[in-house]
């Protein structure tokens, strides 16, 4: 168990999946049950107790700038001039992460807690001492959306694992993960992906998941926005608990 004190906001993406809709709006800022998806984020770190924020921005960037500062506690934004994708995104902020482990937190991911906080559940489970990542994860049969093969297996003790060729995943990525820096050591210099990372720390035994016990929504496209969108408004939502 930890006490998490840093998080990262990855909100630097181009969002080309979810066009039109991002042809003039970060994904992060767009909306879905009345708040941006970067406040929701940023509302779920904030009720987790973490002071610490970093948010990097890159497409349309002075807009999330304008939203962070517009936010009771803005979090600090680190503009990226060229996209660093999700590991040299990281990578760059961790002068201000700081040498304790931290969560990253996709810009387009929205969950709705279980009995507990997610975040706060992640913190619990996290072993520094076993652990370069511990990763929140979602059954793939409760997704509405296209999820393919899925993103990992997990074996008893929480361990991942890509799946091999022709084997079908039962988890998919939540998109909230907590880290330890070590995850990052001799990080590649210009843009790369975490993947990257994850596949060392898979070959280390160092990546683990845990299991969301709430609702989350895959939200990739513009359709994947009006069905959750729907959801929420009429309650279903619930049955995914």
Not at 96 to 116: R, S, T, Y
């Amino acid at each position: 168990m930890i006490t998490l004190t840093s998080a990262m906001v990855l909100a630097a993406g181009l969002g080309t999946r979810m066009r039109p809709l991002t042809e003039a709006t970060p994904k992060p800022l767009l909306k879905l049950a009345g708040r941006s998806l970067l406040d929701h984020a940023l509302d779920r770190i904030e009720a987790a107790g973490i002071g610490n924020v970093v948010v990097n921005a890159h497409w349309f960037a002075e807009q999330v700038e304008a939203a962070c500062a517009a936010r009771a506690n803005p979090p600090r934004v680190l503009r990226e001039e060229t996209v660093q994708e999700t590991g040299g995104g990281v990578r760059d902020a961790l002068p201000l992460l700081g040498a304790d482990p931290f969560l990253v937190v996709n810009g387009d991911a929205f969950w709705l807690d279980g009995p507990g906080q997610a975040v706060l559940r992640l913190a619990a489970a996290f072993d520094p001492e076993k652990m370069d990542g511990l990763l929140l994860l979602v059954r793939s049969a409760v997704v509405e959306g296209e999820v393919g093969r899925g993103d990992f297996m997990m074996d008893p003790l929480g361990r991942l694992r890509r799946p091999k060729e022709r084997e079908i995943s039962p988890y998919v990525y939540a998109g909230l993960q907590i880290v330890s820096p070590r995850l990052f050591r001799e990080a590649p210099e210009g843009p790369f992906g975490t993947m990257r990372l994850w596949e060392r720390a898979i070959e280390e035994e160092r990546l683990f998941g845990l299991v969301h016990d709430g609702a989350w929504f895959h939200l990739s496209r513009p359709g994947d926005l009006r069905k959750a969108e729907t959801a929420l408004a009429t309650g279903l939502v619930k049955a995914m608990f």
